[in-house]
């Protein structure tokens, strides 16, 4: 039987090999490194087993082939198989960068991806934290691919929820070029009307989570219609209720947005949601998260 690590524990995968430490030796110029030209994928991973494992794969995979990175998939799909089975309650993380080349924004020389993952603790009170939200003042850019994919270009989002702390928020929400909602600095935003369910399209900027396609799918078990369209600032804040989703922290209620408290009128309907994601996780991973 594979051993599972301590929940405190974390461990490392490069290249094939399993590391105890994240500091091993790297190409310095590895152009995740210098132009952060790659993708990762982040999962949750419960009793040694990947909540939504192939969707989360196959997202990877379509991020690789988007950006024309040839020769890592089965490595990918190693790092992840091989780290899992090691996780209690852990988040795992799969990265894939285009390898060592010559300075310059054109890739030069022979294709030699890097893959790299991370096994590490996340702590079952993290899941499903309320929310207050600001409105960041940075544009998510949707003409851009990059909106679509999860890249090592965070810095964005991490000067968005920077900007939100300081505010006194928890997340930071994206609206687009075009002034409509996008997503949250770390995932994606649903909106409840009725019993509509509604969430940005990729056209607008979101990229495709999982979670978010769990409830696209899914949501018609407890009688809702779930779309994707454009949703604006204003209704979002007239929604009879809010969240967001991303593989980690679930689905976690949004209480406000940029000072203005949201409805409460759906708060059964997010439980409802909460509980269908929470029964998914116990029939594919075993236990309740």
Known sequence: MTSVIPAQAASYWIDGELCASPRVPFDLSDRGLTLG???????????????????HLGRLLGALETLGIEGAGERARRCMDDLAPHGARHVLRVAVTRGPGLRGLLPAGPAAPTVFGALTPFPADSFGPRLRLDVAAIRRNESSPLSRLKTPAYLDAALALREAARRGCNEALFLNGAGRVACASIGNVFALFGARLATPPTGDGALPGIIRGFLLEEAGALGLEAQERPLTLEELRAADAAFMTNSLRLIAPIDSIGGHELATRGAGVVSALQDLLRRAIIEECGASP
Do not use: I, Q, S
């Open 37 to 55: 030209d790659g993708a990762f994928d982040t999962a949750f991973v419960l009793d040694g087993r990947v909540f939504r494992r192939e969707a």
